[in-house]
């Protein structure tokens, strides 16, 4: 069975780091692409970054140059490396990944809120 686990969230003040991980079992090597999306209160879901293991990483304008995302296959995780947080960083992340052919797969989500 195909589980999505993110930990790491947390309060920061703004400028901080932190980072994120999705833990996905029963292995991470049946996915070539995992992405992370966060939500906002009141707002939509909005796609952050994307990791293709061929291609490398991509990321949304609003993060570029913060977040960094990498992948550890021998511990089935990915990882997302967040620096300079803002307050408008302040959401629910959440990891997703999906096979060909089958659905997507989501985890529970971790929040993370940046304020003084």
């Known amino acids: 069975q195909v589980q999505l686990v993110e930990s790491g969230g947390g309060l920061v003040q703004p400028g901080e780091s932190l980072r994120l991980t999705c833990t996905i079992s029963p292995s991470i090597s049946i996915f070539r692409d995992i992405e992370w999306y966060r939500q906002a209160p009141g707002k939509e879901r909005e796609w952050v970054a994307a990791l293709d293991r061929r291609a490398g990483a991509n990321y949304a304008d609003s993060v570029k140059d913060r977040f960094t995302m990498s992948r550890d296959n021998a511990k089935s995780s990915v990882y997302l490396k967040m620096t300079s947080l803002r307050p408008e960083d302040t959401a629910v992340y959440y990891c997703?990944?999906?096979?060909?052919?089958?659905?997507?797969?989501w985890g529970q989500g971790t929040q993370v809120t940046v304020a003084s």
């Open positions: 997703t990944a999906q096979r060909p052919f089958d659905k997507p797969y």
